[in-house]
């Protein structure tokens, strides 16, 4: 069932090699054909965009009102490429490399190292397109450092790379319109895939104004939907971001590849309110100059510049010596929810440590600080109140990014034949652990690089039948739509989905959060189904569903977030060893790091839907490491 698709050869000529293997569509050949993008965000905008180009009739998708509006605006920090400008050491090579290390051996090989690859074509193509990314002095493109790597090779502007970035996608996408070749359809949210003889042929979305009920049918339909952390409740996602479309492809039978390997990052504003609906993220390139600390005494509340160097543990600094502040991702969260728990932590409710400018600010100066870092230090003042120019920043971990997603092939093509994943909707890439600025990397690399070249292909080598929107297929499909519209409208209980979702997130976070147990899980996974069968039960929903009703919208998200959170938790259970995001207490070392079992873990674990309240079936993609050997992580 689940054929990678991985060209033979040595690892840097596979993609070459795919490229040319691949059909090709002839330029007057490409307008009959349709292609339903799904997203547009920079995965989807850039995938849209490209293959309107290419000539093909592009339909384009997103519950957002506009194309602007996708979560990753929401991105700051900066995008990985390995350029080498600093001449540091940097290689495709290298990037690859740390690329696997990072994702601590959960990734494919072959993909990565395409993505490394691919990466410096990206910095081309969105500098052609005018993304002013910072500059030094002499005019050349600035670089600065993001965890788990030694060199500098993070593109960004300001901090506001995701918002740059998406607006070069944005225009290149509006051109396409302006063209013809691609038709926008906003505020229209996917509630199902169809399938017609095995293969993709289109979608069925509602309007979220009017709640009507349509169907579009497609050669081929690429999904570029964006992450899940929403499942948490509490992430740094934009509040609309969901599963909705990945999970209701998985149920129609697209495989699901390592649900429990989320990212929880180190650095956002710790909350402040049990009403809060919304964690606020402070961006990893922050520790590039901040210095993480908490007091060396228990329950010390003392104001932090009352507290003396000597009574400071710059814990990250301590114990890993040669990354620092800059260790990924996965172990400074776990760094940081350890010395809250042995409560050193700070801030009103002990669950923060401290990011610290000072010594930045005494070296560099603070205009320069203000320069590099300025808006964030402004939406952290926005936010506290408190001015991070004089009292350092309170950071704690929160979910944040889902490197699980649809299982995709080498080509990006899930299990159901026609139907391709892009950008964080899909698994590959980033293992167990994402490391910082390579989402944005990802996203443009599928969306301008990988899905225009693969799609072609399958279009060039299928033969794909006339299918339009009466097919019996999509009546099925709609009808499946409303009934389960009309039943979550039809529940006149007492709860909104807003509670069941916070209390869904709850569990999630603390059993399936930055530590797993075995224990943790199985409570989760005896309390999840109870809860959906109250939220089915006892839902109340004002309005009906032949108008604006974000409520209904909500509860429709919900509904398979009480899915997805299941399978989570099964996936986190059955993975008996540490890895990345992916922690079980169970399997750590002497030192407290996470361990992987790779004689029995060194696989990616894609399940298969069977229906509500039945047991997954859980398929197993082997991975094997020729070029980065295995060895345990360690950034001391
Ligand atoms: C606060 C924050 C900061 C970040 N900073 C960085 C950074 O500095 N560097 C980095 O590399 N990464 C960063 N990331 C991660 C990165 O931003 C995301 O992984 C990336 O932008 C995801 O892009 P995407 O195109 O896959 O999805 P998204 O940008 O989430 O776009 C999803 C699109 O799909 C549409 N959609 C979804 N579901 C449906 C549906 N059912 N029907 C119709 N349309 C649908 C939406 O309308 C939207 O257009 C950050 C993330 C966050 C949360």
Redesign the pocket.
Known sequence: MLEARIPSGPIEQKWDKCRYEMKLVNPANRRKHSIIV???????AAAAATLGQQGYHVHC????DT?RR???I??????NAAKNYRNDGDSVSRLFKDTVKGGDFRARESNVHRLAEVSVNIIDQCVAQGVPFAREYGGILDNRSFGGVQVERTFYARGQ??QQLLLGAYQALEEQIAAGRVTMHIR???LDVVIVDGRARGIVTRNLVTGEISSHAADVVVL????YSNVFYLS??AKA??S??IWRAHRRGALFGNPCFTQIHPTCIPLSSEHQSKLT?M?ESLRNDGRVWVPKKQSDKRAPKDIPESERDYYLENRYPSFGNLVPRDVASRNAKEVCDEGRGVGPHGQGVYLDFADAIHRLGLETVREKYGNLFDIYQRITGEDAYTVPMRIYPAP??TMGGLWVDYHLMTTIPGLFAA???NFSDHGANRL??????Q?LADGYFVVPATVPDYIASTKLDPVDASHTAFRLGEAEVKDRINKLLASNGKRSPDSFHKELGKIVWDECGMARSDAGLRKALARIPELREEFWQNLRIVGNGEELNQTLDKANRVSDFMEIAELMCLDALHRNESCGGHFRVESQTADGEAKRDDANFSYTAAWEWKGTGQAPALHKEALTFEYVPLSQRSYK
């Open positions: 799904v997203g547009a965000g920079l995965a989807g998708f997103s519950y957002h194309p996708a979560h990753s929401a991105a700051q920090g900066g995008m790379t995701g229209s949210e996917l570029a939907t964006g992450g740094t996602n971001s969901n909705t479309a993220l961006s944040h990014y950008g964080e909707a910082g600025a390579s989402a944005l990397m996203g």
